[in-house]
């Protein structure tokens, strides 16, 4: 049966597919049953207009945001309630809305990684990492090993600084204020590190189609085994004011449950497909970087809970340090940047000494670098999943099509599912632990 | 059964909190009252702020109008225009200097493409970020605000919060300075002298295999290598 088969339709309309229905059939339900409301606006604001509205229907329709403290920016809810409980509910998108996958088509290949950057700001180098192997991947061109590693260090760092965002904003969202604060100090400590090697906090346009911006700065090594010192201590800490907290586990478990089967069906990825079970990490399923040449652990739930999203984020911190820790003794000497007078500027040094290099990068930073004609798409396992580019070349020097497979745009759509049938308190946790960017829901 | 010492023990954690180091500093914008702590922490060496536009040892400008920084910018806040120099009062020395150089902060997102794109190392940024306009005008920095003064220091304009040390490592130079994804460049110095600082040291980065000190490295191999 499928979901445009009109008996399903009709069937599930009537509300006749039962309560005992498991797995992706919940998630195809129609009708008031399911657990998406939908409802234009034109129909909600037809629906409050009308004066006969049975006096004993106790269902109202209730906005959530898009200017909510717990919506994590601009996320709209339409909450359908009856009392305190979510029966069907629709997220509301594009209040964030600014044409980023279009204006990457007016921008070059080396201008893109300032716009894609931009997207999820809470882990900006993973969007630009997809969007640098969608590009080599046209090009045909093959990084650096020291470019890969360095790569390989930089996400895994914003890895750690994405979680420990999501390990503030869940306690703020729950109560948990010192939490809030505490997450803050410590993503702090991983930004300084960014701001060292990219010059920026946020926004980094630090990996770039064909390498890395620039090398390591010096002392890189002790700054990382700095953070590696003071991070493991104060995830103790977490441990202790969260993961054992009974206050805590009360609020979460059992709250806002998928399962694997669901989680399938809605294309959810990252921590919410992992917390229902299933082990899905693109770093192990298909890796990129070398990530085929480091030891790590994918970390599972079992219940699909918001306790299990929890968790399972924490726990990737510590896998994170993990692999950080192995990359700072594998770290190879060498080239940061393919050496491809095509694509790489000259080495400054070399503008003085040749013409065919002062050619080569006035061309590169006007015009461009030309990528071949075709189309390419790279995915990444980011702090919310997979996150995809792809990429249209038309053979110039500018995208003729980028689309972005952002996780926290397909993660969304979980969220109704998540909250049916449970109390609107319990939303916000939920939203909590989805844990969406809206930069990168809206592009 | 939770164990009601768990409870406590959460608690313990934001309580011993009160005894431990603060990480937050007294910081008051620059408004504060006489004596009273205004402290920023102090800046990475690659870190990206306002722009300035340097200046040769011997007191001439180092740009010479070529407009990369402008095409280069993925926001297009740059507005350049170069025209020819006075043989007998030059601005730059060569041919053409930056007649018109205007940047809107309004627009800049401090990327670094044109500090990266500028063939002269002419432009590079500073470490200052605060600085606020009360109209649109304000926020477009011309040749007046952005060329350093006669000391090489980039000029402090009223309403930006300059800091100790703010302006003794104009740019994001690591980025003006690029090897370029070349390690043999690393550590070795080619750039030219600036007004009120000379010559920069390099990043040593993975200078070990530095071309201008290794034999088996030496610039003129490089250079046929890389000219094939």
Redesign the interface.
């Known amino acids: 049966m499928t979901l445009t088969d009109p008996e399903h339709l009709e069937q599930s309309e009537a509300g006749g597919l039962g309560d005992n229905i498991d797995g992706a059939e919940r998630v195809k339900r129609r009708g008031s049953d399911s657990a998406v409301l939908r409802l234009s606006e034109a129909e909600c604001a037809e629906i409050g207009n009308d004066p006969n509205t049975d006096a004993d229907d106790e269902r109202v329709l209730l906005n959530m945001g898009p200017s909510h403290p717990s919506t994590h920016g601009v996320l709209r809810l339409m909450l359908e309630m009856e009392g305190e409980t979510v029966l069907r509910s629709k997220p509301v998108v594009g209040y964030l809305h600014t044409g980023m996958e279009k204006q990457a088509e007016q ?1 070059t290949y ?2 893109g990684g ?2 894609v950057t931009r997207m999820d700001y809470a882990s900006p180098l993973f969007t630009e990492l997809a969007f640098s192997l969608a590009t080599e991947k046209l090009l045909g061109i093959e990084v ?1 090993e ?2 890969t590693w360095i790569r390989m260090l930089m996400c895994e760092l914003n890895r750690m600084s994405s979680h420990l965002l999501f390990m503030a904003t869940n306690g703020m969202d729950l109560g948990a204020v ?1 939490m809030m604060i505490y997450g803050w ?1 410590e993503r ?1 400590e991983v930004l ?1 590190f960014f ?6 906090r946020m ?1 980094h ?1 630090y990996i770039r189609p ?2 890395v ?3 390591m ?2 002392g890189w090594e002790a700054d990382v085994e700095h953070l590696l010192a003071l991070i493991p201590p104060r995830l103790e ?1 977490y441990d ?3 993961t ?4 805590w ?1 009360e609020r979460l478990q059992g709250v806002g449950v998928l399962n694997a089967d669901e989680a399938l069906a809605l294309s959810a990825t990252g921590p919410i497909l992992r917390s229902t079970g299933y082990a899905w990490d693109l770093r192990r399923d298909e890796p990129y970087l070398a990530y085929s040449a480091v030891d790590f652990d994918v970390i599972v739930g079992s219940y699909g809970d918001c306790y299990d999203r929890y968790a399972i984020r924490l726990n990737e911190i510590r896998e994170s340090m993990r692999i950080v820790e192995q990359i700072l003794d594998k770290m190879p ?7 491809d ?1 095509k694509v ?11 013409m ?3 050619i080569h ?2 061309k590169i ?2 015009e461009g670098y030309k990528v071949p004609e075709g189309e390419a798409y790279a995915c990444v396992e980011s702090p919310r999943g997979e996150l995809g580019v792809y990429l249209v070349s038309d053979g110039t020097s500018t995208p003729y099509r980028m689309h972005v497979r952002g996780p926290s745009f397909i993660n969304v759509q979980t969220m109704p599912h998540l909250m049916q049938n449970g109390l609107i308190a319990d939303g916000v946790a939920i939203i909590s632990s989805v844990d969406p960017i809206m930069g990168e829901v809206d592009r | 059964m ?2 009601p010492l ?2 406590l ?2 608690f ?3 309580f011993k ?1 009160l005894f431990e180091d603060r ?1 937050t500093g007294d910081y008051r914008g620059g408004k504060a009252k006489e004596g009273a702590p205004d402290n920023k922490r102090p ?6 702020g306002r722009h300035v536009l340097n200046r040769y040892e011997d007191g001439m400008e180092k740009c010479i109008g ?1 407009e ?1 920084c402008a ?2 910018c ?2 297009k806040c740059i507005y350049v225009r170069g025209a020819d120099n006075d043989p007998d009062d030059p601005t730059s020395p060569g041919e053409r200097f930056g007649y018109v150089y205007e940047i809107n902060y309004l627009r800049c ?5 044109c500090v ?2 500028c ?1 002269t ?1 002419a432009i590079t940024e500073s470490k200052l970020f605060e600085f606020s306009f009360t109209n649109r005008n304000d926020a477009i920095y011309t040749k007046n605000e952005l060329v350093v003064d006669d000391d090489g220091m980039p000029q402090k304009m009223p309403w930006e919060d300059w800091r100790e040390g703010d302006d003794q490592l104009t740019s ?1 130079w ?10 043999r ?2 550590g ?1 110095v ?2 030219a002298g600036e007004l009120g600082y000379g010559v920069r040291a390099p ?4 200078s070990a ?1 530095t071309i201008s000190t290794d034999g088996g490295n030496s610039p003129a191999e490089v ?1 046929s290598e ?2 094939g």
Request: hydrophobic letters at 30%.
């Open positions: 921008l080396l201008q300032t716009n650096p020291r470019a010192s100090r702090e300084r701001e060292k090697v990219t010059g920026l926004n346009n064909g390498g911006a620039a090398d700065p010096d800490e202790i004011l969260m054992g907290q009974p206050i586990r000497a060498g080239d940061y940047r393919v050496q007078k790489t500027p000259p080495p400054r040094v070399r503008i003085d000494q040749s065919e290099a002062l990068h006035f930073f006007t | 939770a164990d768990d409870y023990r959460g313990a954690v934001t909190k990480v800046k990475p060496e690659r870190f990206h070529c990369l095409g280069v993925p926001a997102i401090h990327c670094d493409l990266e794109a063939p190392q994001g690591m980025r003006a300075t690029s090897s370029a994804g070349d390690h460049y690393e070795s080619h750039w990043e040593v980065g993975q295999g250079r890389n000219d």
